[in-house]
């Protein structure tokens, strides 16, 4: 290939040639390859900036046949030095005064690679690279076109300059991203061992009690029940646990929300009677549907509606209602007359582990609204101590050609 490819537009072509690159390691191959395509003969060793050790290392090369030196040249030595400070292309044999400048060190490493010229990378007066052409037999060519040859270093330079920082940039984000995961992971775990240590306690104690003392039927069958209450207890732990860290992709289908909260209700209600607790359906609009995972959406709508009845500690009313909101939405809400949640609680009612009941778990509120959320719905608690809760969900409408003719 002729010199004469290094026209004044090349660097054009060079920036588009290296431009489509967004990886360090497969910029840095690419830089090499067009500058060997445009110097051929010409072997290429990448020296980049390692801001660890403070040196430019060389990281990658074309054409070479032996290894260069792993420490590479100082940052604040005398050839990066004057390579940042010129920022052009230093051709060693024609600069004897440069060469004399160097050190011992850097002369014997630029001998031992057979470099022959180095082309700094500068960008915005800091040297980010450079490289070095070794065994080339075209230091006419490399003279004759050095403007475009710096051109084309200098569009290098950016594009490197900026790659790399945005590598960099996602590193650190990765690695406070999985900070951030152990620290939660450290939290659940001592959560999850302070839920089950406390009733395993209890299940050895009773088991203990009852192998040690002699007891009646009557008595036998009181520590067992007790026994099977805690081992539900831990199992009732686990299992929202795993439902809140591994959930399953939703089973799509057209959901009737009224439908679905009159029978929730209905099954709630029984449950409230035993607590002293009136279960009520209030307003409710016929014949909305969403798209969504009915069997998700039921177990929701029930966690919340326990919640509901626990809160009112022993009597109370607790009234459960879906309507269409302005919004193309549905709108389902729980109204409790319970105690209220003070406003420093309301604050982590979503934090896996938080409860303030007695056996709770605290991981029934982060699963309902992490499976509103796969939904594509919204989950908000409104609360104040003394005069009850309000939980809303609102849940994409699904709008049918039925509803459509009704209005």
Known sequence: MSSTVLKTEDSESFAAEIGEFSEPSRLRAAILGAFQRRLPAASCVFFELDDWTGRLLPAFDVGLD???SPLGFLRAGALARWLRVNDELLVVPDRRNVWDYLGVDEQGELMALGARACLPLVADAELVAFIAFCDTDRRPALGEHRIHIERCARRAAVRWRDVVRLARERTRDERLRRSQQLGVAGQMAASVAHEVRNPLAAVRSLVQYAREMAQSTAERDEILGDVLQEVDRIDRTLTNLLQLSQPTSPDWSVVHV???LESVTRFVRAYGSRLRVSVQLGETTPRLTVLGDERELRQVVTNLLLNACQACVGSGDVTASVTRDGAPEVDIRIVDSGQGITASDLDRVFEPFFTTRP?????GLPFCRDAIERLGGRMAI???PG???TVQVRLPLLVT?????SR
Not at 359 to 363: F, I, K, P
Request: charged share 20%.
């Open 66 to 68: 032996r290894r260069p």
């Open 258 to 260: 009224t439908t679905l």
């Open 382 to 384: 409104q609360s104040s």
């Open 387 to 389: 005069l009850g809760t």
């Open 359 to 363: 056996g709770g778990t605290g991981l």
């Open 401 to 405: 050609n039925a509803d459509d003719s």
